[in-house]
């Protein structure tokens, strides 16, 4: 593994005394938001034996017909207030919020996402009768919410305040920034969206996987535009970050401007930052800037970035050495970088294929943007790769996470249709691995190691092959430096991230007082004129929304803890036919069991679990007329979870299904 060397040089003249925190101000916690959140329902895993926690008979779980004794996996009592865990959160259907609006003079800011995960990055600005959002992000699915296409901010709060919303404005086209752009803009009214040509031009493209929405209000600007959101001047700067076209915003507000850079690193040198670089910052040395919101991601990382010219003349060597033909896998993000590539291969005289969904599309984009402008003859479809002698083509794919059905994934387990990899290919894998596909990675760089080929990796790599498109410490403190902000907030990151990055403002001179390490919805306003922050007490809705297939939200999580427990312990059905006159079991009930055991080699379970469903039944209607069918499917349900669970130690979804006649 290389080390990237570490700068720590400031390119800043040491005299550099115009930084200073402003000193003044005290954050008032108003009160710290207790958990569970009010808008959360949260599970808790129980530590009690199942038999001291029995259900209540017709809880209202019974109208469902499923089942899941109480246990140490999954809990379906509904929870009591004290009951919670940050670890576990699920939404409840949203409640009518009673957050009063900001009085006036109070500026109100809230982190709708981002703050407590890396994605799904939104903030609401309120002032007066005017919000403004940054960003509507998207998260992909975690091990906590299978099945789930992806995660949204929530938008309860904005959605309740749709007639005070004047503008959305997107920092750039990535999918932690615009993934949530369809959805969110469909619930909270379609507010005109502003951003830069090319990550408008992402965000159409995105849009049009959902006709059945509204088509997107967008309007292009600049990095000179002016926009009113209302009452609200905002203007803008360009930022240096894998995505061409990353846009930083200023919010201007009576007691100084709001700053937010979006996603950025420096473009620099050895801690030298360029010229082009110091004059996009340099009106900040005029600006008030009363508050900073910026990104934490690799607030842990000290020195400065690798610059992402680096990473050019990485490529180019590795290209140029390479043997046999050369096979690059990238994040079909880093679109700066792609563009790239297809360079150094015309150089070199070679032909380029894109294959891979996002790749191709991403570069179709930056195609009609007017920024890619391939020569003509150079991009040739993936079918007509054996026209060319090997080391006249450069084969660009999709998969370096071990994505199983992505180009790259698929030619390495020889399922790919049109491409078979060959001994003696070069294949390069122009990418970091993102936490939790290690395993996929290394599936991936196994099955490629079989055909003979040799891989160049980020780890492995004499050259650099890949760097973040995100600041590391020294460029998170030049800006500090540069905006000298008299508040701070910050963003986009895992909270010790943020707590990180609070411990490097405050080493860089800011008041504890001064800053708010936020969760997600915590309602933050800037006081007092401009002279106090606060952290209200109440919290914007902040449970995750979830985007499954068609449906979205609110009433996922039951689905979701379903999924987990099928894929925990398996289902458990059983079907009984009971005789309405006599309460009488008319035959000997069915069972299905999915995912549990097998039931032919468990008959004497079997057995037992007829003999309690005979049982519970007899039980449950002697004496009564008419039969109550909802108490006997919760008797069902209890005994035959607890008696399996005895039995097997496992905790199956048990779906009584009573029949009548
Ligand atoms: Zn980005
Ligand atoms: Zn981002």
Redesign the pocket.
């Known amino acids: 593994m290389k080390e990237i060397p570490k700068k720590n040089h400031d390119p800043r003249p040491k005299s550099g005394q115009r930084f200073s925190y402003h000193k003044s101000g005290n954050i008032r916690v108003l009160q710290k938001p207790q958990l569970p959140n009010p808008n959360k329902i949260i599970t808790t895993p129980k530590q009690s034996a199942y038999s001291s926690d029995r259900p209540q008979k017709n809880a209202n779980r019974a109208s469902r017909g499923s089942y899941q004794y109480n246990n140490s996996k999954g809990n379906r009592r509904p929870k009591r207030e004290s009951e919670g865990t940050p670890n576990k959160p699920y939404i409840q259907k949203n409640k009518v919020s009673t957050i009063p609006p900001p009085d006036k003079g109070v500026i109100r800011i809230i982190p709708l996402g981002g703050v407590e995960e890396i994605g799904k990055n939104m903030t609401a600005i309120e002032i007066g009768d005017d919000i403004i959002v940054v960003d509507a992000g998207m998260q992909f699915k975690t091990e906590d919410t299978p099945g789930i296409d992806y995660i949204i901010p929530n938008t309860t709060y904005l959605e309740e305040r749709k007639d005070k919303i004047r503008a959305m404005i997107v920092t750039?086209g990535?999918l932690?920034?615009i993934g949530g752009i369809p959805l969110v803009m469909s619930r909270i009214g379609n507010p005109p969206l502003y951003s830069r040509n090319l990550s408008i031009l992402v965000m159409r493209k995105r849009q049009e996987e959902f006709p059945h929405l509204p088509a997107l209000n967008a309007q292009v600007i600049e990095t000179n535009s002016v926009i009113y959101a209302g009452n609200i001047r905002v203007r803008f700067f360009g930022v240096t970050?894998?995505?061409p076209d990353?846009l930083g915003i200023v919010i201007e507000t009576p007691y100084g401007s709001i700053i937010t850079p979006?996603?950025f690193k420096l473009d620099q040198i050895d801690g030298v930052v360029s010229e082009e670089e110091e004059k996009e910052y340099a009106f900040l040395d005029k600006e008030k800037v009363l508050l900073l919101m910026t990104d934490s991601t690799n607030i842990e990382n000290e020195g400065f970035s690798l610059p992402e010219v680096r990473v050019h003349e990485g490529l180019d060597k590795v290209i140029r050495q390479g043997t046999g033909r050369i096979i690059i896998s990238a994040f079909a993000?880093s679109i700066t970088r792609l563009m790239k590539i297809v360079e150094i291969a015309e150089s070199l005289g070679k032909k380029v294929v894109l294959d891979g969904r996002s790749l191709k599309s991403n570069m179709e984009i930056c195609e009609q943007a007017g920024i890619f402008k391939p020569k003509k003859g150079t991009i040739i479809p993936v079918e007509n790769v054996d026209n060319y002698p090997p080391n006249k083509v450069l084969i660009m794919m999709t998969g370096a996470q071990g994505e199983e059905f992505a180009a790259l994934g698929r030619a390495a387990n020889k399922t790919h249709k049109k491409f078979t990899i060959r001994s003696g290919d070069t294949i390069i894998l122009s990418s970091s691995i993102v936490p939790g596909n290690e395993i996929a990675v290394q599936h991936l760089k196994d099955n490629l190691s079989r055909h003979g080929v040799k891989i160049i990796s980020y780890r492995t790599s004499e050259e650099y092959i890949h760097a973040t498109?995100?600041g590391n410490q020294e460029d998170i403190k030049w800006l500090h430096r540069k905006t000298h902000p008299k508040f701070f907030i910050p963003i986009h990151g895992w909270h010790s991230m943020l707590v990180k990055h609070k411990e490097v403002a405050m080493a860089l001179g800011m008041s504890i007082d001064n800053i708010i390490v936020p969760d997600n919805g915590s309602i933050i306003e800037i006081i007092e004129n401009g002279n106090k922050m606060i952290l209200r007490k109440e919290k914007a809705a902040s449970g995750p929304m979830m985007v499954d297939g068609f449906s979205i939200g609110d009433e996922q999580d039951v689905v979701i803890r379903d999924r987990v427990m099928l894929a925990q312990d398996g289902m458990f059905v059983l079907i009984a036919t009971i005789d309405s006159s006599t309460g009488k079991l008319r035959k000997s009930p069915d069972i299905i069991s999915r995912g549990f055991i097998y039931l032919k080699e468990n008959q004497e379970l079997l057995h037992q679990v007829r003999l309690i469903i005979k049982k519970t039944i007899e039980d449950e209607t002697r004496g009564l007329h008419p039969i109550d069918f909802d108490t006997i499917k919760t008797s069902l349900g209890d005994n035959i979870s607890k008696f399996l669970f005895q039995k097997t130690a496992k905790r199956p979804l048990v779906i009584p299904v009573l029949l009548s006649i």
Request: charged share 15%; proline share 0%; net charge negative.
């Open positions: 750039h990535h932690d920034h970050h894998t995505m990353s979006g996603d993000s498109g995100h």
